[in-house]
């Protein structure tokens, strides 16, 4: 996670010019006549991404100036090297990486008019043009070139490849029935994709800067969830306006980023986690639900009007702290947040309202990758650690810390699958383990395998096959590749040449909510 300074910066152009020139470069005027074109003269982005210090902060400058020096491999990005002097460049990297003077905006006329109609659905087949099971096909994103493939869980091939916006983030989402998936990007762009009839049908820009989107569990609400500006957005199946929420604290004077947004499907309601303000929002989707004064029950304080619950409203949980990064029990009545400085947990009841219990996690729980299973008759939730090698196993009735399971070194992600015994974890936040994945007996608590097929390279984020028989894990490389392995024997059956495959997502295990995989 990063804090963001926003200096205003209230003085000349010549100030980001490099000490190495002579005469000061203009880097507005550069910026007018090189990149504008791509990038929006607002620096909002438009062919070309966003170039605004928010959107850049995972970005190092001297990375962004190689960038600008060399072009970007797979994209429409030109090498200015030979262009620009040294001098030009650093003042133009230095101006993007600088907030605009004005605060960029992007509001609800914005957002309706940047919606892109490709494909008619009322006129494509609601029947899939290839054969196979629909429910065992795996979405993957690949960061490298920016593009996605559909692949056949059974065959374990790829049926189409396509190219995706730039920088997706997060889980792609799905339609209750599997035809359609949604795919967010770090720069806004909302995309509705006809899995059955392989093509793009909409897409729409909700934000500047965007962390994830939700599908409501009966395929009719789209939930964006944006840190620039400070709001959640509603949008319809077809990615049409609903409405848009300007996130703030309960008195309306703090504004918040909005970290993320999970669809709570039993709940029929999206749950939001605020970044800046210590409070969790639940948005209920069910068109049946009453306005009820809530927290009647547990504390009168909530009576007044705007803490109604309503549909499509903002019902308020206040914290003690900041809380981002979510765990959902399978029920969805309770979640688990790391506070801000992530040594600890809290457990927060959705209908109680309020926080149950303090949880001591060290190591900086990555929650959003927990999974859970039966353990002794107990269900267990495990999550890898951001910051620590270890898997921290909780019991979620008592929520003791049923084991740490020490690995090779901290790690991103977590995976398993109901039908099988092992659950499986990367080291991907460690320098020297990032080429190891660990695989652990969720009976017996114990690493029993260590799966390292090429050394140095990053290997991370397992997807099972519908029926647990295969995990694919990702070869994290710009020349990765998908290897295929018995979830089993643990030994690889194939490899799927991939361009830095971040993700994968088996339809059947996402819309099932499965036990074994993150929601
Ligand atoms: Fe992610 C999911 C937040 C950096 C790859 N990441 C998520 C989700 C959140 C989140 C809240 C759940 C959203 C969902 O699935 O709907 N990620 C964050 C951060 O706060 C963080 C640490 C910093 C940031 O700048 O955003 C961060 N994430 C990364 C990366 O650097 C990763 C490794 C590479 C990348 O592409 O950006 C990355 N995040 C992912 C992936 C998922 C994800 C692959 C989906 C996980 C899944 O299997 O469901």
């Not at 190092?60 to 797979?74: L, Y």
């Not at 490849?161 to 209750?176: C, D, E, Q, T, Y």
């Not at 068109?287 to 308020?316: M, Q, S």
């Not at 309770?334 to 996690?361: C, N, P, S, W």
Request: glycine fraction near 6%; proline fraction near 5%; charge should be neutral.
């Amino acid at each position: 996670m990063h804090t963001l300074i926003h200096v205003i910066i209230l003085l000349g152009v010549s100030l980001f010019v490099s000490h190495a020139s002579a005469a000061p470069a203009d880097a507005t005027a550069l910026f007018a006549q090189h990149c504008a074109s791509c990038h929006g003269a607002d620096r909002l982005g438009a062919m070309g991404p966003a170039l605004l210090p928010d959107n850049l902060s995972r970005l190092r400058k001297k990375a962004a100036r190689e960038v600008v020096v060399n072009g970007r491999a797979a994209t429409q990005m030109p090498a200015f090297g030979a262009a620009l002097d040294d001098a030009q460049i650093d003042a133009l990297v230095a101006m993007i990486y600088q907030p605009t003077l004005t605060p960029p905006k992007w509001d609800v006329e914005q957002i309706v008019a940047s919606r892109i109609v490709h494909a008619d659905v009322a006129t494509l087949p609601a029947k899939a043009k290839f054969d196979a099971d629909l429910m065992n096909l795996f979405i993957v994103v690949e960061a490298g070139d920016h593009h996605v493939s559909i692949l056949d869980g059974d065959k374990l091939e790829r049926i189409h490849r396509f190219p995706s916006r730039f920088a997706l983030h997060g889980g792609p989402k799905f339609s209750p029935e599997g035809r359609f998936v949604y795919f967010a990007s770090r720069d806004g762009w909302v995309s509705k994709y006809d899995i059955w009839n392989l093509t793009l049908v909409a897409e729409v820009r909700a934000g500047i800067n965007t962390r994830n989107l939700a599908v409501s569990s009966d395929g009719k609400v789209v939930a964006v969830a944006n840190y620039l500006p400070h709001s959640l957005v509603l949008l319809d199946s077809d990615l049409n306006m609903i409405k848009v929420m300007d996130v703030t604290d309960k008195a309306g004077k703090t504004s918040s980023r909005v970290s993320a947004v999970y669809d709570a499907a039993p709940r029929k309601s999206f749950v939001a986690a605020l970044k800046d303000v210590p409070e969790v929002w639940e948005i209920s989707y069910d068109p049946t639900v009453e306005d009820i004064p809530v927290g009647l029950i547990h504390d009168f304080k909530y009576k007044e009007g705007a803490f109604l619950r309503g549909y499509l409203n903002p019902r308020r949980t206040p914290l003690d702290d900041i809380l981002d990064d979510f765990f959902f029990t399978q029920d969805y009545s309770e979640l688990i947040g790391a506070t801000r400085v992530g040594k600890k947990g809290q457990v927060v009841h959705l209908d109680v309202r309020k926080k149950i219990a303090d949880l001591d996690l060290g190591g900086m729980p990555h929650l959003g990758s927990g999974i859970t299973w039966e353990w002794q008759g107990r269900t267990v939730m495990a999550s890898p650690n951001l910051e620590d090698g270890k898997i921290t196993v909780i019991d979620v009735k008592d929520w003791s810390v049923v084991k740490e399971i020490k690995t090779l070194g901290p790690g991103f992600f977590m995976r398993s699958h109901e039908n099988s015994r092992y659950a499986w974890t990367d080291s991907m936040m460690s320098p020297t383990a990032r080429d190891t994945l660990q695989v652990i007996d969720k009976e017996t608590l114990e690493v029993v395998a260590q799966l390292k097929p090429e050394p140095g390279k990053t290997l991370a984020h397992i997807e099972f096959t519908r029926d647990g028989r295969y995990a694919i894990a990702s070869l994290w490389e710009d020349d990765g590749a998908l290897i295929i392995y018995d979830a089993v024997t643990l030994k690889e059956v194939k490899r799927l040449p991939a361009r830095r495959p971040v993700g994968k997502y088996n339809l059947h295990n996402k819309i099932t909510r499965s036990s074994g995989t993150s929601h």
